[in-house]
């Protein structure tokens, strides 16, 4: 089994900055692809930023140039740099991982709990 753990949400001024990060522990052998996405009431869960294994990212529109995604690999680690927060960013924050957990296995998707984050003077 696989477990991912966000931390690093909390209450931001408008123009402020966060980190999360989101760290995998259990069975792992590889991980590819990791993500970020978040929700608000009401609304579907929607794409904040993708990281490829070969460090390809991929941004939604309305965070290009403010957010950052990167990955540690040796820590199994995703972060999310988040800069000129708005009070629109206000969502929950989930990361998503793809991950093998031993040689030849197929990558399932992992989602972890989900971290706040609120965007407010």
């Known amino acids: 089994q696989v477990q991912l753990v966000e931390s690093g949400g909390g209450l931001v001024q408008p123009g402020g900055t966060l980190r999360l990060s989101c760290a995998a522990s259990g069975s792992i052998f590889s991980i590819n692809a990791m993500g970020w996405y978040r929700q608000t009431p009401g609304k579907e869960r929607e794409l904040v930023a993708t990281i490829t294994s070969d460090y390809s990212t991929n941004y939604a529109d309305s965070v290009k140039y403010r957010f950052t995604i990167s990955r540690d690999n040796a820590k199994n680690t995703v972060y999310l740099h988040m800069n000129s927060l708005k009070p629109e960013d206000t969502a929950v924050y989930y990361c998503?991982?793809?991950?093998?957990?031993?040689?030849?296995?197929?990558?399932?998707?992992?989602w972890g709990q989900g971290t706040r984050v609120t965007v407010s003077s």
């Open positions: 998503r991982m793809e991950v093998r957990s031993y040689s030849r296995a197929p990558f399932l998707g992992y």
